[in-house]
């Protein structure tokens, strides 16, 4: 095995456990076989906890026949290491076999680790081969052509967050082999082949895309194994769930808080139904979408075969707006027709801003936004509504403006930037402009009139952003720095 001698200066080892730094790791590191390392911070709570079981590992490993050195490392302090190995957490552990690294992620036992370092130990071991599949010009069309799903990396070796990315990448990809299907996850070295990187926009690293039958999608999941292996299997799944029932577009109707897209075909429509699944796949991040092939169904909704079909839940439905929209698929229409037209039905009139929705729905500038205790729970609809139809007779006069209510406890903070948090009024009301700007209404009793005021006045441009308002008035506002308030004013 070559293994050196296990040095038992008191300075160089620590109950049974060897500890190395920047200086001295190398020289101990270069003849051995088989190490076991752990990279540690003095201050973390799991480090001190697992200090007892990692000496008692150190002690049987010292005992093996021949020996296995056990080696910790402070990675505070031994920066150039923990650059080397990306450290990231602690502890970290990490088996070395004759120079080459093995990321260790299972329990950590005394028994768990010493059999993993045992089995590593042996002189038959070899590191197993990759399971993320290296693509090239000469085979890439090849193999995410005829794939299902692929997960596709392209990265530059020189780039940081690349090499953080690898290890748990090919964890994922050994994980994702084993499954039944097996997803594939291949990678490219977007320095070389460059063409293949230019084709797919790719001008920054690592870009990740998930490519379906040859056609590619932005990658927009976590960068970790667990996060990698969830996110692309439910990426696997169908882009649109089948509706069998009445009862289900029932259920999706009276109880849902989002748009309901709904495709309806029939059988013999395969041209449009796979168009309907191209499109799903690209919105699936958006939205939830829906297929049918009950006629049942169609007759339900009275829509023909080959419509798709964009339906707000009940309580967002008002008399200023159709129940449903519907599009045919003709031989003409593209994708792109579809997700326009799905975007541009998304919104009811008047919908509920939420966290959850914002980055989704309520991108759009000049956002009219109503604050209040919003509760669709039974014993406060119909509070909720009473406010919100006061909205929907101003919205409906003012298409090309977004309207939306929100609870107020959930956008405290919001409310705050807008110097409305202490306003007293039951119901406030703030515009969000492009740019930036925020417009608050005078806290004043809310009604139809006030707002339609409020509105036509923003739409003549006679109101003054809350930040040179504020600033005029000498009011200082967190998280605002005094030249901001300067530019704004």
């Known amino acids: 095995f070559g293994f050196a001698e296990i040095p038992t200066d008191d300075n160089f080892e620590e109950n049974g456990v ?23 911070a003095p201050w973390c709570g799991h480090c001190k906890q697992f200090a007892s079981e990692y000496e008692n590992i150190a002690k049987t490993l010292k005992d093996n026949d021949p020996p296995i050195p056990v080696v910790k490392i402070d990675a505070t302090a031994a920066s150039k290491l923990a650059e080397k190995y990306d450290i990231s957490g602690y502890p970290t552990i990490k088996i070395l076999k004759k120079g080459q690294t093995i990321d260790y992620d299972g329990p950590r036992t005394e028994k768990a680790i010493v059999e993993k370092v045992r089995e590593i130990s042996h002189p038959d071991w070899k590191l197993p081969p990759e399971a993320t599949i290296v693509l090239t010009g000469d085979n890439f069309n090849e193999v ?100 069998q029932a009445i009862k289900q577009v029932q259920e999706h109707l009276k109880d849902g808080d989002d748009v309901v897209v709904l495709g309806v075909f029939s059988d013999n429509q395969k041209r449009e139904f796979e168009l309907y699944q191209d499109t799903a ?107 919100r139809n006061k909205v929907l007779n101003i919205a409906k006069d003012f298409p090309e403006y977004t309207f939306a209510i929100a609870n107020e406890d959930d956008y405290a903070s919001e409310l705050k930037d807008l110097g409305l948090n202490e306003s007293g009024e039951e119901v406030n009301v703030a515009i969000l402009d492009t740019s930036g700007k925020k417009y608050a209404k005078d806290p004043e009793e809310f009604d139809s009139d006030s ?24 009011i200082a506002i967190e998280g605002y720095s005094d030249d901001l308030l300067l530019k704004e004013h």
Not at 18 to 40: C, G, H, P, R, W
Not at 206 to 220: C, E, Q, S, V
Request: hydrophobic share 35%; charged share 25%.
């Open 18 to 40: 060897i500890v190395l730094t920047d200086e001295n790791f190398e020289s101990f590191v270069a003849d051995q076989d088989t190490v076991l390392l752990e990279f540690y």
């Open 144 to 243: 995410v052509d005829n794939a299902d799903i692929i997960l596709v990396e392209f990265y530059a070796p020189w780039c940081g967050h690349c090499k953080k990315l690898a290890p748990e990448y090919e964890k994922a990809a050994q994980e994702l082999s084993k499954r039944t299907p097996a997803i594939t996850l291949a990678k490219v070295d977007a320095t070389v082949e460059t063409e293949l990187a230019k084709s797919y926009k790719v001008t920054g690293y690592p870009t990740l895309k998930i490519f379906r039958k040859g056609k590619a999608f932005d990658y927009n999941g976590p960068r970790e194994k667990y996060g990698i292996i969830d996110y692309i299997t439910e990426q696997a799944g169908p882009p649109s769930k089948q509706v």
């Open 281 to 387: 796949n690209a919105l699936r991040e958006d939205f939830k979408l829906y297929h049918t092939f009950s006629t049942d169904v169609a007759n339900f909704l009275k829509v023909p075969a080959g419509q798709i079909v964009v339906m707000h839940p009940e309580r967002f439905q008002s008399k200023y707006e159709p129940k449903m929209y519907s599009f045919m698929i003709q031989d003409t229409i593209t994708e792109e027709n579809i997700k326009d037209y799905i975007h541009k039905h998304a919104l009811p009139l008047v919908g509920h801003r939420t966290h959850a929705n914002d980055n989704k729905r309520y991108t759009k500038r000049p956002l009219f936004v109503v604050y209040y205790t919003v509760d669709f729970s039974f014993d406060h609809r119909t509070a909720t509504q009473y406010w």
């Open 451 to 474: 707002l339609r005021d409020f509105v036509l006045a923003f739409k003549k441009g006679k109101l003054t952003p809350v930040l040179a308002l504020l600033c005029s008035q000498g």
